[in-house]
């Protein structure tokens, strides 16, 4: 069966219009909506000198497999023209416009899944709105609880899930309690299994501190609020170990009995896995009612409308949310 994704470009001046562009030459095992202004992509597709065919979409008939250099489009107006690498907070309601109605199409049965692409957190909330990802405004909007972000590899050889996301370093402490990370660690269980079929997986759970905090030398965090939390969810059924010292935790001897890392801080987690694996790793929200994955990278300003956009991250965000898709709900 062909599944529906819907995807959002993001940022109009960044490399989300180019990867849509691009990714519609490629052969898809789903058929892809792109939620944009179609006089963006055509621009853009112009630009970059590839030919591209839009077609409105019709959510009423099934969906049909991708045709390679097509793009079906739901049609959305921008504010003003975009310029590549020139960002205008003119343009930002659009940006948050194209997400609702990403998720309207998901929520009501027409998509079976949502793929975004790089967006601009700074001109976002320049334009008035408080907004500090994805993650968090897709799960208002979804009244959902905040979800879970994670970042895999697209052959899953490395899952890194954030306790905290984006907040300020120095209010990591402070968000680091025993609800919370109780909702992370079943989060991460009860969805690698729902959504990834790996039952009872083996998660990893770093410390805050260096060395996990040396037996509260170094920080109380990792005794007194990580390792009741672990003790607690190993009570629930769930398979945690930790807390671990982060600056051991990415070794190769590590992962191999890991099926997810927790890492404790956006910054801890993140470099690693983008080192590792940068423009095959894919976000993706857990614990939200609607699929949703996205690119591992933002919106590379000064690289709009060139030729060195790699689609790498965008390919894999489709095939993962495909996947999802077809493990159900
Ligand atoms: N999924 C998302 O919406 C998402 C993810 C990460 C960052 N962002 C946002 O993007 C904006 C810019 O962030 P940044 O500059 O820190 O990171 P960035 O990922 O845009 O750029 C980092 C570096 O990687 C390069 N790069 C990124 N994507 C590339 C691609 N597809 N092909 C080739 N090179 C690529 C850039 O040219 C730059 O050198 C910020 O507002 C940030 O919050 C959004
Ligand atoms: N933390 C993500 C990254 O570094 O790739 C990124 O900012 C995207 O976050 P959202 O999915 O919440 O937009």
């Known amino acids: 069966m062909t599944h529906r994704l819907v995807l959002t470009p993001g ?33 853009r597709a112009r630009a970059i000198g590839v030919d591209l065919v839009l077609e409105p979409v019709d959510y009423d008939t099934p969906p049909v497999a991708h045709r390679p250099g097509h ?3 739901d049609a959305l107006p921008m504010a003003r023209p975009a310029v590549a690498g020139q960002l205008d907070p003119a343009n930002a309601d659009y940006v948050l416009a194209c997400l609702d109605q990403a998720v309207a199409r998901c929520t009501a049965g027409h998509a079976a899944g949502m793929v975004t692409g790089p967006v601009h957190k700074a001109v976002i909330n320049q334009a008035g709105h408080v907004f500090s990802g ?10 959902a609880p905040t979800p879970v972000m994670m970042l895999a590899t697209d052959t899953g050889d490395l899952r890194v899930v954030l306790a905290t996301v984006h907040i300020p370093l ?14 992370v660690l079943d989060t991460v269980h009860t969805q690698l299994a729902r959504r990834f079929g790996i039952t009872r997986p083996r998660i990893l759970v770093a410390g805050l501190n260096p ?18 939390a672990i003790a607690a969810a190993n009570q629930r059924g769930i398979d945690a170990v930790g807390p671990l010292p982060a600056d051991t935790l990415f070794t190769p001897h590590q992962l191999a009995r890991a099926d997810a890392i927790v890492a404790m801080y956006h910054d801890q987690g993140l470099p690693v896995i983008k080192h590792a694996a940068f423009s095959r790793t894919v976000n ?8 949703r994955t996205s690119v591992d990278h933002g919106t590379a300003l000064s690289l709009a409308a060139t030729a060195d956009v790699d689609t790498g991250s ?8 495909g996947d999802m898709a077809r493990h159900g709900a």
């Open 71 to 73: 793009l079906k489009i």
């Open 11 to 43: 940022e109009p001046a960044g490399i989300g219009p180019d990867l849509a562009v691009r990714i519609a030459q490629q052969a898809q095992d789903v058929e892809l909506v792109a939620i944009a202004d179609p006089a963006l992509l055509a621009d």
């Open 134 to 143: 994805h993650t968090g405004y897709l799960a208002a909007r979804c009244n």
């Open 211 to 228: 060395h996990a905090g040396e037996n509260g030398y170094l920080g109380h965090e990792d005794d007194e609020i990580i390792a009741p």
């Open 284 to 291: 993706i929200s857990l614990g939200l009612p609607i699929v």
């Open 314 to 321: 965008m390919t894999a965000a489709i095939r993962v949310a």
């Open 170 to 183: 120095s209010a990591v402490p402070g968000a680091l309690d025993g609800p919370h990370l109780a909702y």
